[in-house]
């Protein structure tokens, strides 16, 4: 199978500028490919994960990965997908924040085997004078063309900077340096980029005489309708520091029995036999497939040993003993129950702590909890501490502090 017939049968590919270009480019010889990652924040998340892995496929299959790092284009902010204008990062957090995404995408894709190379846009789009970006780059797009694109249609009623309007020149820029720079042909995308990424390729056309491709990928959503990467506590991170690795195991493990074995072909490299193996499994046995899903997703993100911890934790939340794997709080003074599941996170507030022991969902050490205003003794814990359980998925060890 090509490299766009795996990508195709694992669930990767929404659009496609030129199919039997891109079909034959990527089944004949080495192509050179790039993605994008805007530096906003200090992390990506599981949003990120279907660009990082198809990124990371295409590489296995022996073409070259460039993933561009968008130090000057998240000083613009784009549009896309956004209701209002992105907040207006510092150089200073722009800095830390890619490096922080720089060592988050070398878990993923080679760097160091002449396969990959990691570059930062801030490197040419800091050093363009105005007037001859406009000149040599700006005239070559129509503005009407331009607002015919849905991100930015979606965009005009609300209010739309025209700091935002240029990301679309700046974007197809970068595919244009990169081509020139390193022989790139593919831009790879999440379909939200898909205007842009397309002009990119018109831009390459024009000004080179030459022929670029674009492939997008889906904008995913679970199979209940939920944003890929979404929970109730907020966006998925792969830093360990902004969500554990426990945390990141479970959100693996709670997945949908539907999604099973979509995700198993985007989010791992496990081939199609043993997929079908652990989609074939039925009722509770429908468990061990995510348990597969939970280890080899956190293996990628966070290391072997992150991911078999988090099992060992997740087993012992099963049970009532404690365990030096569960995610921890430490309890300064007595406090009462309702109060410990509001301050340790198993609880959005106090309020919904009192009712989450009146509806019978609370357990301290295996044992229902009754009384919400039952007072948690430091004393109490002990050294191991013990275990606070919230339904059947969730839990924390609560030791003294």
Known sequence: MGALETLEARGFVKQLTHDDEIRAALGEGTVTFYIGFDPTADSLHVGHLVQVMAMAFLQRA?????????????????????????????????????????????????????????????????????????????????????????????????????????????????????????????????????????????????????????????????????????????????????????????YWYNTDDRDVGRFLRLFTFLDEARIQELEGLTGARINDAKRVLANEATTLAHGADAAAQAEAAARAMVGAQASDDLPTHTLTEDAPLFAVLADSGMAKSRGEGRRLVKQGGVKLDGEKVSDAELVITCAALGGEGRVLRVGKKRAVRLVAG
């Open 62 to 250: 022996g073409h070259r990965a460039i993933a561009v790092v968008g130090g000057g284009t998240s000083r613009v902010g784009d549009p896309s997908g956004k209701t209002e204008l992105r907040k207006m990062l510092s150089e200073e957090a722009i800095a830390a924040n890619t490096a922080a995404l720089k060592g988050q995408l070398s878990r993923f894709i080679s760097f160091d085997d002449g396969q990959g190379e990691l570059v930062d846009n801030a490197d040419w789009l800091m050093k363009l004078g105005y007037i001859d970006f406009l000149r040599d780059i700006g005239r070559h797009f129509s503005v009407n063309r331009m607002l015919s694109a849905e991100a930015y249609k979606q965009r005009l009623e609300r209010g739309l900077s025209f700091i935002e309007f240029n990301y679309q020149l700046l974007q197809a820029y970068d595919f244009l340096q990169l081509h020139r720079d390193h022989g790139c042909r593919l831009q790879v995308g999440g379909d939200d980029q898909w205007g842009n990424i397309v002009a990119g390729v018109d831009l390459i056309r024009r000004l080179e005489s030459t022929q670029a491709w674009g492939l997008t990928t889906p904008l995913l959503t679970t199979a209940s309708g939920a944003k890929m990467g979404k929970t109730a506590k907020g966006a998925v991170w792969l830093d360990a520091d902004k969500l554990a690795p426990f945390d990141y195991w479970q």
